[in-house]
C-alpha cells in the first residue's frame, strides 16, 4: 500500500519559516519525481517545487516561490522536504506532497499552512 504522509505545517508568523516533510512508503521512493503542491482556499491547487529521481536531483520551482523555498530528498530515508523561508500570507495553503513515476501519480492527505500575525 502506498502512503506518502506529510508533516511540519502550522501556523507561522510572515517572515517566518516552517520545514515540511513527507514520507513515503510502499513505493521505490529514488525512482520518482517528487513534487510540493499548494491549494488555498477558492483556487486550483498549483504547482510549488518539483525534484527528479535519482541522488543529484533536479529541481523546479513555481516563480512565486524561488529564492524563498527550497526542495531536498534524502532516498535513505524516503522523504522529501520543503524548506519554506520568508513566508507570506499568501502562502497560506494546503501542501500536498506528490510522487510521480511515468503515468503513476500518488498524494498524500495534505498539511496546512497558515502564515498569519
Known amino acids: 500500500q502506498v502512503q506518502l504522509v506529510e508533516s511540519g505545517g502550522g501556523l507561522v508568523q510572515p517572515g517566518g519559516s516552517l520545514r515540511l516533510s513527507c514520507a513515503a512508503s510502499g513505493i521505490t521512493f529514488s525512482l520518482y519525481t517528487m513534487g510540493w503542491y499548494r491549494q488555498a482556499p477558492g483556487k486550483q491547487r498549483e504547482l510549488v517545487a518539483t525534484i527528479t529521481s535519482g541522488g543529484g536531483g533536479s529541481t523546479n520551482y513555481a516563480d512565486i516561490v524561488k529564492g524563498r523555498f527550497t526542495i531536498s530528498r534524502d532516498n535513505a530515508k524516503n522523504t522529501v522536504y520543503l524548506q519554506m523561508n520568508s513566508l507570506k500570507p499568501e502562502d497560506t495553503a494546503i501542501y500536498y506532497c506528490?510522487?510521480?513515476?511515468?503515468?503513476?501519480?500518488?498524494w498524500g492527505q495534505g498539511t496546512q499552512v497558515t502564515v498569519s500575525s
Open positions: 506528490n510522487g510521480r513515476l511515468l503515468r503513476t501519480d500518488y
